[in-house]
């Protein structure tokens, strides 16, 4: 008879800088959660999230942003990194360890819908329409992949008489360098690629 019992491969987790010095990018060998899940409150966090509202639980943890293989946890002012960089990194990979739950059912649907409840008042026709399509293009090819390495994540939101406006979540939102980012990377490329874009604003997820 086969032996069913597969030696499970261990956690493994190694810390990230990103550019938010309040942020901090916790990445696993695991996938965590296929998709972006963006915790700024503990309500929310409660309603979705049995990991995010664990960590929330942590007295230094502000923000908590789950994708694909890793965590992003914004912590409060009055904490160092090193102070609490090892707990918490000892906390995340036995959460891991243990199989505990991620996020629950649901959650995804919940999210696409509040976004289409969002920008429905965005009706796009005829030549804005394919604009749109142009920068969400634009902004998923060579945008995301780069935000993401930094522990963020960035969506669009609307375009309107020239302006794009953007989310930014997980590190990116409240950090220092996120608006050179966006003026001069993101608001530069979408001006050469989309002569009709005249600028890029952004609102924190």
Same mark, same amino acid.
């Given at each position: 008879?086969?032996?069913?019992?597969?030696?499970?491969?261990?956690?493994?987790?190694?810390?990230?800088?990103?550019?938010?010095?309040?942020?901090?990018? =916790?990445?696993?060998?695991?996938?965590?959660?296929?998709?972006?899940?963006?915790?700024?409150?503990?309500?929310?966090?409660?309603?979705?999230?049995?990991?995010?509202?664990? /960590?929330?639980?942590?007295?230094?943890?502000?923000?908590?942003?789950?994708?694909?293989? =890793?965590?992003?946890?914004?912590?409060?002012?009055?904490?160092?990194?090193?102070?609490?960089?090892?707990?918490?990194?000892?906390?995340?990979?036995?959460?891991?360890?243990?199989?505990?739950?991620?996020?629950?059912?649901?959650?995804?649907?919940?999210?696409?819908?509040?976004?289409?409840?969002?920008?429905?008042?965005?009706?796009?026709?005829?030549?804005?329409?394919? /604009?749109?399509?142009?920068?969400?293009?634009?902004?998923?090819?060579?945008?995301?992949?780069?935000?993401?390495?930094?522990?963020?994540?960035?969506?669009?939101?609307? =375009?309107?008489?020239?302006?794009?406006?953007?989310?930014?979540?997980?590190?990116?939102?409240?950090?220092?360098?996120?608006?050179?980012?966006?003026?001069?990377?993101?608001?530069?490329?979408?001006?050469?690629?989309?002569?009709?874009?005249?600028?890029?604003?952004?609102?924190?997820?």
């Amino acid at each position: 008879m086969e032996n069913k019992t597969a030696t499970k491969n261990p956690v493994m987790l190694y810390t990230e800088q990103t550019p938010n010095p309040e942020s901090l990018k =916790f990445v696993t060998n695991r996938m965590i959660y296929k998709g972006t899940a963006d915790f700024r409150e503990e309500e929310l966090a409660r309603e979705w999230s049995p990991m995010a509202t664990a /960590l929330f639980e942590l007295p230094y943890v502000k923000g908590v942003y789950i994708c694909n293989n =890793f965590v992003t946890l914004t912590k409060e002012f009055n904490y160092s990194w090193e102070d609490i960089m090892l707990q918490a990194k000892d906390y995340i990979k036995k959460y891991i360890e243990d199989g505990k739950p991620i996020l629950t059912e649901g959650f995804e649907e919940a999210m696409e819908k509040l976004e289409e409840e969002r920008g429905a008042s965005y009706e796009y026709t005829g030549e804005e329409a394919e /604009l749109v399509k142009k920068i969400k293009e634009l902004i998923d090819t060579y945008v995301k992949p780069a935000v993401e390495m930094d522990g963020g994540n960035i969506e669009f939101k609307k =375009f309107d008489k020239g302006t794009v406006v953007v989310v930014l979540q997980g590190s990116c939102s409240g950090c220092p360098s996120s608006t050179v980012t966006l003026k001069a990377g993101i608001e530069g490329m979408l001006k050469r690629m989309v002569p009709e874009v005249t600028e890029v604003v952004a609102e924190m997820g």
